[in-house]
T-cell receptor
Framework: GAVVSQHPSWVICKSGTSVKIECRSLDFQATTMFWYRQFPKQSLMLMATSNEGSKATYEQGVEKDKFLINHASLTLSTLTVTSAHPEDSSFYIC?????????????FGNGTRLTVT | GQQLNQSPQSMFIQEGEDVSMNCTSSSIFNTWLWYKQDPGEGPVLLIALYKAGELTSNGRLTAQFGITRKDSFLNISASIPSDVGIYFCAGPGAGDYKLSFGAGTTVTVRA
């Protein structure tokens, strides 16, 4: 089945530093990838849609200058949390669709646990 | 995204029991997806439903796409300890490419 790989699986950083999270589709090409954020005991919240070769689309309330998304190839999207603060600590998960049909299921990476101290 | 109401929020079940959870939406869905998330990991797709009335099984899991296209349920038969986790329903609303997620059902199995 479709595999989405996310790296790192966890990261601890100091307040004010930036952290980059990578999301790769291993056995398929993904023109669109999605970045989610999940707080403890809560559901997944869509942050942004990453589009290969063009700008990401951010959900309302998500700061695009804080969460930089780059989708430079058909198999790689990156999320950079800039000037991280403790309130950015969360579980970040990326996902991608196989194919272009809007209702094709999303396949998720294993998530990145970010802790900002 | 669309609003999905998932219930129950949590359940404690005895090993060997059958369990059921459901999801409703205020608008029509063309696709219903059920995912399971284990602690510290990303969600894994269990079942995808594409047609109203569709009933699909995956091992001990069975899910149905409601006739009204506004609801879906997931059944787990003969639960075992590894069924522990959080189950999410999800789907794109009609004409929407984004997935909306239910709040999740946390399943804990008593041995």
């Amino acid at each position: 089945g479709a595999v989405v790989s996310q790296h790192p699986s966890w990261v601890i950083c100091k307040s004010g530093t930036s952290v980059k999270i990578e999301c790769r589709s291993l056995d398929f090409q993904a023109t669109t990838m999605f970045w989610y954020r999940q707080f403890p005991k809560q559901s997944l919240m869509l942050m942004a849609t990453s589009n290969e070769g063009s700008k990401a689309t951010y959900e309302q309330g998500v700061e695009k200058d804080k969460f930089l998304i780059n989708h430079a190839s058909l198999t790689l999207s990156t999320l950079t949390v800039t000037s991280a603060h403790p309130e950015d600590s969360s579980f970040y998960i990326c996902s991608a669709r196989v194919g272009t049909l809007y209702n094709s299921p999303l396949h998720f990476g294993n998530g990145t646990r970010l802790t900002v101290t | 995204g669309q609003q999905l109401n998932q219930s129950p929020q949590s359940m404690f079940i005895q090993e060997g029991e059958d369990v059921s959870m459901n999801c409703t939406s205020s608008s029509i869905f063309n696709t219903w997806l059920w995912y399971k998330q284990d602690p510290g990991e990303g969600p894994v797709l269990l079942i995808a439903l594409y047609k109203a009335g569709e009933l699909t099984s995956n091992g001990r899991l069975t899910a149905q796409f409601g006739i009204t296209r506004k609801d879906s349920f997931l059944n787990i038969s003969a639960s075992i300890p590894s069924d522990v986790g959080i189950y999410f329903c999800a789907g794109p609303g009609a004409g929407d490419y984004k997935l909306s997620f239910g709040a999740g059902t946390t399943v804990t199995v008593r041995a």
